[in-house]
């Protein structure tokens, strides 16, 4: 069974930088592309950034290009998200999934940026 845990979320003031991880059991990243997701409150799941199953490719939204970075751990199940210049706006909870989205979503993790 898939499971994908993320985690290094927090309370940040905007400005400030975070670094999130993705790790997953029963799955190997360098098979798969993999994506990171946000969601607001009120508003629908978003595509943050994505990483090709080499980790040579990335991709991201307009609204974070420039300031976050995907990035593949060496041992291919874990994957990163470094967020720097962080605004209020970022403020949700991102979840990590394949890109397209294809296994069940995990908890999350919560960042909230302050002004």
């Known amino acids: 069974q898939v499971q994908l845990v993320e985690s290094g979320g927090g309370l940040v003031q905007a400005g400030g930088s975070l670094r999130l991880s993705c790790a997953a059991s029963?799955?190997?990243?360098?098979?798969?592309?993999m994506g990171w997701f946000r969601q607001a409150p009120g508003k629908d799941r978003e595509f943050v950034a994505a990483?090709?199953?080499?980790?040579?490719?990335?991709s991201y939204a307009d609204s974070v290009k420039g300031r976050f970075t995907v990035s593949m751990g060496n041992a291919k199940n874990t994957v990163y998200l470094q967020m720097n210049s962080l605004k209020p706006e970022d403020t949700a909870v991102y979840y990590c999934n394949t890109n397209p989205a294809t296994f069940s979503w995990g908890q999350g993790t919560q960042v909230t940026v302050s002004s």
């Open positions: 029963g799955i190997r990243f360098s098979t798969l592309a």
């Open positions: 990483i090709s199953r080499s980790g040579t490719s990335t």
